[in-house]
Structure formats: structure tokens, C-alpha cells
Nanobody, 125 residues
């Protein structure tokens, strides 16, 4: 199974930017798609963005589509999440996920096979 390690979460002021990264290891040849989810205290895990590993097609959640951008570096087995114009509602643990079979833009938790441990993003007002 693919192992995922997120990095880049920290405290940032409202209006600021942050870039998260997620490095994959293990059988990375099997990756078909990678995504980002987030979970705020007391809330359900929410889809943020995802990307087809070969196609590069991106999918973004409605609540962040004007501010967040997902990208990947296949050579480095790494996916990124560029977050701009952050606001306190973006405060959450951000999780990276991967899918090992054909990926067509699924946005459900069950569409992904492997998960990272998460990285905390806190946006202060």
C-alpha cells in the first residue's frame, strides 16, 4: 500500500497563503489519483481537491475553487495544495489521499485507498 506523508501545515494569518505537500512512497507506480481532504473540529471530513496522476486533470471543491490549486510532480511522487486568501474557516487538519485504480474525479472518502496522517492548518483572524 502507498504511504503518504503531508507537510507544510502551520499557523497563518487570514489573507495569507500556504502550500502543503504530500510525498508518496511504496508502490507509487499504482497511483491513479491523489487528493486532499480536510476535517475541522466537530465536522465531517470534506473533499478539497484532487488530481489525476497521469492526466493531470484537477477537481476542486466548491468552497475553495477560487482560492486553492492542486498540482503534482510525478517524478517526485508528490502532490501539492496551494492555498491562497486563507480565512479562519479553512482551519482544519488537511489529509492527503491516494487511489490505486482508475480515477475519474471521485470526491468521496471511499474513492481513495491510502491516507496520510494529516497536517494542521490554523488560520488566525
Amino acid at each position: 500500500q502507498v504511504q503518504l506523508v503531508e507537510a507544510g501545515g502551520r499557523l497563518v494569518q487570514a489573507g495569507g497563503s500556504l502550500r502543503l505537500s504530500c510525498a508518496a512512497s511504496g508502490p507509487t507506480y499504482s497511483i491513479a489519483g491523489m487528493g486532499w481532504f480536510r476535517q475541522a473540529p466537530g465536522k465531517e471530513r470534506e473533499f478539497v481537491a484532487s488530481i489525476g496522476w497521469i492526466s493531470g486533470n484537477t477537481y476542486t471543491g466548491a468552497s475553495v475553487e477560487d482560492r486553492f490549486t492542486v498540482s503534482r510532480d510525478v517524478a517526485k511522487n508528490t502532490v501539492y495544495l496551494q492555498m491562497n486568501s486563507l480565512n479562519p474557516d479553512d482551519t482544519a487538519v488537511y489529509y492527503c489521499a491516494s487511489r490505486a485504480t482508475l480515477y475519474y474525479g471521485g470526491r468521496q472518502i471511499g474513492d481513495f485507498d491510502s491516507w496520510g496522517q494529516g497536517t494542521q492548518v490554523t488560520v488566525s483572524s
